[in-house]
Nanobody, 116 residues
Framework: QVQLVESGGGLVQAGGSLRLSCAAS????????MGWFRRAPGKEREFVAQ????????YYADSVKGRFTISRDNAKNTVYLQMNVLKPEDTAVYYC?????????WGQGTQVTVSS
């Protein structure tokens, strides 16, 4: 059973950058489209970005388009989210999972906090 571990979050000032990682164990991610999601305090989990199995196709929520970049390294069984020009409204716990269907058990997520 695939287990996902997100990392790379932290506290950053507005305008700063972070790079999140989603490492998988127990199975290969290479056959799956993958996505990043986030849950802000008091809100539902929302879609952030997706990438197809090969990494050649990506799609972003309007709120992060032009600032975030999703990528993957199938050899390392890892998916990344490069986040630039961070805004306070990006503050959330960030998760990864397969996409469009969330086939894996959700991990703990990684907290991103952006101060103004």
């Amino acid at each position: 059973q695939v287990q996902l571990v997100e990392s790379g979050g932290g506290l950053v000032q507005a305008g700063g950058s972070l790079r999140l990682s989603c490492a998988a164990s127990g199975g290969a991610l290479s056959a799956y489209g993958m996505g990043w999601f986030r849950r802000a305090p008091g809100k539902e989990r929302e879609f952030v970005a997706q990438i197809n199995w090969s990494g050649h196709s990506t799609y972003y929520a309007d709120s992060v388009k032009g600032r975030f970049t999703i990528s993957r390294d199938n050899a390392k069984n890892t998916v990344y989210l490069q986040m630039n020009v961070l805004k306070p409204e990006d503050t959330a716990v960030y998760y990864c999972n397969s996409h469009p269907t969330s086939d894996f058990t959700w991990g703990q997520g990684t907290q991103v906090t952006v101060s103004s």
